[in-house]
């Protein structure tokens, strides 16, 4: 009889302390999100991917200027040498993604990774998403380069990490993860803005 007198009291603390702990979280998310939704609607900002994600690649060979390095059955690769960039200014796109993966039809010399300049955005979307335990920004939009379409769809967290998927025409699917901050000064001065 004791031991239950003792045992409900904490657990009830407990469940206190795990919902304030819940509250607090949701609250921090709120305004994470809120800063990046305002950044967004700045129309000037900056993805910038260190992860890439493959479709259907159990295992891939890598160059860089390390050598070559086989990358395992988990489907990740780092991009720590090949960081990808994706910059967004008001209603053009720039990137440079690069490509893992399966090419169906690429022109002679030009299988490289996903490259854009100043491509006019078209079929835009930004929605605030509130789940009970998720909270993100839902970004689509699509680009054209001189032989194919770009279809990106992109979730925004609170604290500014991304998942960015794309799926074009001529090649397979691929997915990337990173960050999206405000475009550094080093890049702008590089873009002439």
Same mark, same amino acid.
């Given at each position: 009889?004791?031991?239950?007198?003792?045992?409900?009291?904490?657990?009830?603390?407990?469940?206190?302390?795990?919902?304030?702990?819940?509250?607090?979280?949701?609250?921090?998310?709120?305004?994470?999100?809120?800063?990046?939704?305002?950044?967004?609607?700045?129309?000037?900002?900056?993805?910038?991917?260190?992860?890439?994600?493959?479709?259907? =690649?159990?295992?891939?060979?890598? #160059?860089?200027?390390?050598?070559?390095?086989? *990358?395992? %059955?988990? @489907?990740?690769? +780092?991009?720590?040498?090949?960081?990808?960039?994706?910059?967004?200014?008001?209603?053009?796109?720039?990137?440079?993604?690069?490509?893992?993966?399966?090419?169906?039809?690429?022109?002679?010399?030009?299988?490289?990774?996903?490259?854009?300049?100043?491509?006019?955005?078209?079929?835009?979307?930004?929605?605030?998403?509130?789940?009970?335990?998720?909270?993100?920004?839902?970004?689509?939009? =699509?680009?054209?380069?001189?032989? #194919?379409?770009?279809?990106?769809?992109?979730? *925004?967290? %609170?604290? @500014?990490?991304? +998942?960015?998927?794309?799926?074009?025409?001529?090649?397979?699917?691929?997915?990337?993860?990173?960050?999206?901050?405000?475009?550094?000064?080093?890049?702008?001065?590089?873009?002439?803005?």
């Amino acid at each position: 009889m004791k031991t239950l007198k003792t045992i409900i009291p904490i657990g009830i603390l407990l469940f206190t302390c795990l919902f304030a702990m819940g509250e607090k979280k949701q609250k921090s998310d709120t305004a994470g999100i809120t800063k990046i939704e305002q950044l967004m609607k700045s129309r000037e900002f900056y993805i910038e991917v260190d992860q890439a994600f493959p479709t259907g =690649n159990s295992s891939i060979t890598i #160059d860089s200027k390390y050598g070559q390095k086989r *990358i395992g %059955g988990e @489907g990740y690769i +780092s991009l720590a040498t090949n960081e990808g960039q994706l910059f967004i200014l008001d209603s053009v796109a720039t990137g440079h993604l690069p490509f893992f993966g399966r090419a169906y039809s690429t022109e002679y010399g030009q299988g490289g990774g996903i490259e854009f300049e100043n491509a006019k955005i078209e079929n835009e979307s930004f929605k605030v998403i509130h789940k009970r335990k998720k909270h993100y920004i839902e970004y689509k939009f =699509n680009v054209r380069n001189r032989n #194919d379409v770009f279809n990106f769809y992109v979730e *925004i967290y %609170g604290n @500014g990490k991304c +998942s960015v998927n794309v799926t074009s025409n001529n090649r397979a699917s691929i997915s990337y993860g990173g960050d999206l901050t405000p475009i550094p000064e080093d890049k702008r001065k590089a873009l002439g803005i």
